[in-house]
């Protein structure tokens, strides 16, 4: 057995963190009520680009994981890890997970100066070309590979936030089968039918596209897995801020709906079913913090703490957004309420970035656990 891993951290906000969550809480107040959201799903542009200017030019925290020398806010990953929880409790579609995360994480890695602070200044959104489903310490991709005539062939399929991305960042192959990362802007994204109409999914073809190589063998291996730790690790932060709201919402619903000459919510079997999920959501804070911390921290640690976040975030967001649904009773079916939204966004990221069975299996290696 190796030695036990310490994952303690500070898992209280500071008062910059609360500062920054009611700014960006009062910005997606104004610019993305849900019924702004609901209608933006039955249109043609899901994807709200005008939030995420507002999110880049009035608040800055498209850039809150760069150091200020590269174009930066100098914050750090704990920081960005609020504004996702924000942006789950709205359920905002916006690419945040996509550039702000997972591609900055893979820059950040790579030490990409060129292409870092477009992309901190939401001047650039980037995409990471792997499958939304790709887990931290999977083999090197290899769909896509660079040719005899230099360029980039191949197909990715359902690409997180790749719609509205003017820069990828595309691991491929090279021609003896060395790995590399390159940032490419030639590229057709398909749009492929998806169950959380917030977070639009894309099959991305590349066909003789030149790419800049950002990094090669080892070193493009390491920014993708490190993209992909941090990714999952950042993404219970955003699954908390769906629970968050599902579980805040439900109780408001159940105080003020009554049944009987009385409100719901004093049935006992409502009030046990509640107040076993304000337990699982609390749990789910300190889980996804302790991931937060990791991941700002640069620990080693990193890979347990994404693993361990992904194994329990997954069901209990799922779990809050279905009691979400189910005790608003008919109203929560119907699709003028935005319960929906957050089931599909929690359903989604359940199998993001790895699924919870594949993160417990990747927990029993990592702490040398038999199964």
Do not use: C
Request: aromatic share 4%.
């Amino acid at each position: 057995m190796s030695e036990p891993t310490d994952l303690r951290t500070d898992l209280q906000y500071s008062e910059v963190e609360q500062e920054l969550r009611g700014n960006v809480r009062a910005l997606l107040a104004a610019r993305a009520p849900q019924a702004a959201t609901l209608a933006r799903t039955e249109s043609e542009q899901p994807v709200d680009t005008a939030l995420w200017r507002a999110l880049a030019d009035e608040l800055g925290v498209t850039g809150l994981a760069v150091p200020e020398k590269w174009g930066g806010a100098g914050a750090g990953w704990r920081e960005t890890a609020v504004v996702l929880e924000e942006l789950g409790r709205a359920a905002a579609p916006v690419p945040y997970l996509g550039s702000a995360v997972l591609a900055t994480a893979a820059l950040l890695a790579a030490e990409d100066t060129e292409l870092l602070p477009l992309v901190a200044s939401g001047e650039v959104v980037a995409a990471l070309a792997v499958p939304f489903a790709a887990a931290p310490r999977s083999p090197f991709p290899s769909a896509v590979q660079l040719r005899s005539d230099g360029l980039l062939h191949g197909t990715v399929h359902l690409v997180a936030d790749a719609r509205t991305a003017t820069t990828l960042l595309v691991p491929a192959l090279d021609q003896d089968g060395t790995p590399g990362l390159y940032a490419v802007r030639d590229f057709t994204a398909a749009p492929v039918v998806s169950l959380d109409m917030t977070r639009p999914l894309a099959d991305l073809t590349l066909a003789g596209a030149a790419g800049r190589r950002i990094a090669s063998g080892e070193a493009a291996v390491a920014a993708l897995d490190t993209a992909l730790a941090i990714g999952a690790a950042l993404l219970a932060s955003e699954q908390l801020g769906v629970a968050e709201w599902a579980l805040e919402t439900t109780t408001a619903y159940v105080k003020q709906r009554h049944q009987f000459g009385r409100p719901v919510g004093s049935f006992q079997a409502v009030k046990h079913r509640l107040a076993d999920l304000w337990v699982s959501v609390a749990q789910l804070r300190a889980v996804a913090r302790s991931a937060a911390g990791a991941a700002a921290a640069g620990s080693p640690d990193l890979p347990v703490a994404a693993a361990l976040a992904q194994a329990f975030a997954s069901q209990v967001t799922v779990v809050a957004a279905e009691e979400a649904v189910q005790l608003h009773g008919g109203t929560g079916f119907t699709w003028e309420h935005p319960a929906h939204l957050y089931l599909k966004r929690a359903k989604s990221a359940s199998i993001a970035l790895g699924t919870a069975d594949r993160h417990r299996a990747a927990l029993a290696q990592l702490v040398d656990l038999t199964l």
